[in-house]
């Protein structure tokens, strides 16, 4: 059974920067597209990027030009790179395969943005 394990949150304060990690125990960032996903306290989990099998991404417009997200298929790897974060980037991040999958969903790594 695969499991995607995240990684890399933590506190940093506005303008910071993070990269968070997603492993899998499994070969599958060559079958599925990735997303990186987030939830807010009190609020819907919500996608913010994601990459194609093929390398194409996109992001959602509250991060365009500061997230960058990517893949090492080598290292069954997805990362998400943040900078210029803001206070409202704090949440639990998560990846799943996009569209996701509920046997996917792992603890997530908590972001907090805050001086």
């Known amino acids: 059974q695969v499991q995607l394990v995240e990684s890399g949150g933590g506190l940093v304060q506005p303008g910071g920067s993070l990269r968070l990690s997603c492993a899998a125990s499994g070969t599958i960032f060559t079958i599925y597209n990735m997303g990186w996903y987030r939830q807010a306290p009190g609020k819907q989990r919500e996608l913010v990027a994601v990459?194609?099998?093929?390398?194409?991404?996109n992001y959602a417009d509250s991060v365009k030009g500061r997230f960058t997200i990517s893949r090492d298929n080598t290292k069954n790897t997805v990362y998400l790179q943040m900078n210029s974060l803001k206070p409202e980037d704090t949440a639990v991040y998560y990846c799943?395969?996009?569209?996701?999958?509920?046997?996917?969903w792992g603890q997530g790594t908590q972001v907090t943005v805050s001086s």
């Open positions: 990459i194609t099998k093929g390398g194409s991404t």
């Open positions: 799943n395969t996009n569209p996701s999958l509920g046997a996917f």
